[in-house]
């Protein structure tokens, strides 16, 4: 559920983060089926979500409400699988991307 739970929040900070210039009673009657649609999906047992940003990072991944999930991340142009499994996450990024690791990478 914690995956499905962060999908949400991250959703949610993004689309309130954007703004708007319409007063506050208009505001709240439009985000109303944004609500819904956030209560209906944490009623789900799995969730696919994707996204990206303005920054070239991109996500793909499948979570579950028994908080198992998998996909992949996009950062700096490199695909970094992530495995969520037992309330831990897991991911593979190339070795490339550890470089600044102390002791240096491993696999």
Do not use: C, Q
Request: charged share 20%; hydrophobic share 40%.
């Amino acid at each position: 559920m914690g995956g499905l739970v962060l999908a949400v929040v991250a959703g949610t900070l993004l689309w309130r983060s954007m703004g708007s210039d319409e007063g506050s009673e208009d505001l709240d009657a439009n985000r109303a089926p944004f609500y819904l649609a956030v209560y209906n999906l944490a009623r789900e047992p799995v969730a696919h979500y994707t996204g990206s940003a303005p920054d070239g990072t991109a996500r793909d991944l499948t979570v579950t409400d028994a908080d198992e999930g998998h996909g992949w991340i996009t950062a700096s142009g490199s695909r970094i699988p992530v495995l969520m499994v037992g309330g831990k996450t897991y991911v593979k990024p190339p070795r490339d991307m550890l470089t600044n690791v102390p002791n240096g990478p491993s696999a």
